[in-house]
């Protein structure tokens, strides 16, 4: 029967049949005999194939192998004589599905990420690289486990949206008018109305939380920042519940439990993959995962946080003052240095937040919550949600758009009106602070950034 490689090193018997499908990594040819080690993409391992000249067209078929064919070998699993490996398969038959050339960018050696990302149509194929792919696929598991448990309903929201959610105008534009140089007119459009590409399916998230209570959405969204940076993509995947009948406290306390939990999921179902990050990119990687699942979260005030910068003794590259947005330095001081664990800052200058975010009895602060992480800073962003209609209005004049624009936003406070809250998590940012990894490119299969949108 076909077996993952991961089951095999795992799980596997001495004496068992089994069938393996993969790529070479190695080929190592003795007198009488060869070894072949193989990857499927199940594990960090490889399965050591023993190749006998028994084996039918054993000398045709070794030339045709070099690093990076494919290949399915069946046999019978023996103990290892080796090192490193408690099992490997005895081959009985072998077929080769595709031959690789010598210019094979994989040779076993080491490579940049920098050259990675240039070949990243074949990079998942490396140590490092499948094994953020495992876990990127671990933490998405987890969160759909999380939502699902707790009742969550799982809603798809729109990918072109005619609102700017966030109002920040960073924006790209969905159009099939040929523009030549003219003015264009989008009452001509596909649409009818000028188009976007979502920032963030949060608005709609509303929208099915004021009929299901508890929603989330899990999907791809899109910045048009013109940013160049390791933290910083233009296609990027987002999570984000919304919570009917719900406030500021209950958020925070959802967006709590909601991290301890995935980290646990991945410690305990990415072991292997989690040690090699900690060993080979970030040694810190597994006592950053026991302090976000062991430690209760710090909870401050933007005011408290900014008069905590303020006395410390830390020179920063921005200038800390009330009515400022915090900096990644700013930030990460707070919580790797000062507090060194997950901390949560509430209450925001209302000036610096959405529109859509609660305005405080002081009217001078918003109901909003960002949760600070050691190592990279902001990894959660939420706020309770202003439920207040005639409140609303006024927000959304304030910040220079017109009402009319979100006119079914509206009607959400129009009808039925309820407390709500949410949260927004960077599916990205999550994997690159859970690996280690220094450039979010590398925890993204194809990155979409300035200047590139290759494979």
Known sequence: MNRRINDI?????????????????????LKDFSFLEINDGSSMGNLQVILTDDIPDYN?????????????VAGTLVPSQGKGQSIELKASSLIVYGECPADYPLQKKRHSFEFLRTIAHLR???????????????????????????????????II???????????FTVTNLDFNGKKIDFSEDFFGKRAYLTVSGQLEAEVMAMAFQNVYTF????????????????????VEPEMAFCDIEGDQDLAEEFLKYIFKFVLDNCQEDMEFFNERIDKTVLSTAENIINNEFARI?????????????????????????????????LAEELFKKPLIVTNYPKTIKAFYMRL??????????????????????????????????????????????????????????????????????????????????????????PLSAEF
């Open 360 to 449: 405080n009895d002081d009217d001078k602060t918003v109901a909003a919550m960002d949760i600070l992480a050691p190592k990279i800073g902001e990894i959660i962003g939420g706020s309770q949600r202003e439920e207040r209609l005639d409140v609303l209005i006024e927000r959304i004049k304030e910040q220079g758009m017109n009402p009319e624009d979100l006119w079914w936003y509206l009607d959400l406070r129009k009808y039925g009106t309820v407390p709500h809250a949410g949260f927004g998590l960077g599916f990205e940012r999550l994997v690159q602070f859970m690996t280690g990894m220094a450039n979010i490119r590398d925890v993204i299969p194809f990155p979409r950034t």
């Open 219 to 238: 999907g791809p969204t899109f910045r048009a920042e013109n940013s160049n940076t390791s933290r910083h993509l233009a296609e990027f995947w987002m």
């Open 60 to 72: 045709p078929l070794l030339k045709q192998i070099n690093t990076g064919a494919s290949v399915e």
């Open 301 to 333: 005030t933007y005011t408290d946080a900014v008069d905590l910068l303020l006395k410390s003794d830390r020179t920063f590259d921005f200038p800390v003052e009330w009515g400022v947005d915090l900096q990644s330095e700013h930030e990460r001081y």
């Open 161 to 171: 949206t005619a609102s700017d959610c966030e109002g920040a105008g960073e924006l």
């Open 9 to 29: 090193l795992k799980a596997g018997q001495p004496d068992e049949v089994v069938t393996v499908q993969g790529w070479v990594r190695t080929k190592r040819e």
């Open 124 to 158: 998942a194929r490396t140590n490092t690289l499948g094994a953020v792919m495992r876990v990127r696929n671990a933490c998405a598991a987890a969160i759909h486990n999380f939502f699902q448990e707790k009742g969550f309903l799982w809603v798809h929201t729109p």
